[in-house]
């Protein structure tokens, strides 16, 4: 398993006090790929510049996908803009895989007479276990990504924190990316509301 996927996992399967925006999860698997790429040494950061070394093999389809799709040429990409770029509908991705895998089903309930949902819930598998064991052992990226989306966990206030600098940078630079995509909702809303008085004002 992956980084990324257990962070997806997680944040399906975790309680949050707030359902996770799918913007919000997008930013941070793409950040979680960076952190995996870092841990095999395919990567470096250079100050934030995503510098590549190698591209070795990954067994995970969606990493090796990241992998290649690094920029390689100087002056390299920014881990804010690869945020953004690789972030793109990146939850939609991982939840197809997990669909293809099987590993995800469809739960189809009525509500009402005629109205249908459905439910998305993840099935008891080797990566869901292996997922939860690493959430419940506090490990220190995956906590501070679910955190960084809003899913909570009890992490005691001795658990380790992360210390390797590279990682930290990219830590900072989804919380950075976060940010600013709130904002960015926040805008929209306004000027909703805006249109909306301006409507009420004319009378329409």
Do not use: C
């Not at 799918?22 to 790429?37: H, K, N, P, Q, Y």
């Not at 991705?93 to 293809?100: N, T």
């Amino acid at each position: 398993m992956t980084t990324p996927r257990d962070l997806f996992i997680v944040s399906m399967d975790i309680a949050s006090d707030r359902p996770v925006e799918r913007g919000d999860l997008s930013l941070a698997l793409a950040g979680a790929e960076v952190i995996d790429l870092l841990a095999a040494q395919a990567v470096s950061l250079d100050g934030d510049r995503i510098v590549p070394l190698y591209q070795p093999t990954f067994t995970d389809r969606l990493l090796e996908q990241a992998a290649s799709s690094l920029v390689r040429d100087a002056p390299y990409e920014s881990v804010s803009d690869w945020l953004w770029r690789r972030g793109r509908d990146l939850s939609s991705a991982y939840l197809a895989d997990f669909e293809a895998e099987g590993q995800i089903t469809r739960q189809r309930r009525h509500r009402w007479l005629l109205v249908q949902s459905t439910r998305l819930t993840l099935v008891d598998s080797p990566a869901r276990r292996r997922a939860d064991d690493r959430w419940a052992s506090d490990e220190p990226v995956l906590v501070a990504l679910a955190a960084a989306i809003g899913v909570h966990g009890e992490a005691s206030a001795d658990s380790p924190g992360v210390t390797d600098e590279s990682v930290l940078t990219v830590l900072d630079a989804v919380d950075d990316a976060l940010q600013e995509l709130a904002t960015e909702r926040q805008r929209r809303v306004s000027r909703l509301e805006k249109a909306a008085q301006d409507n009420r004002q004319r009378g329409w």
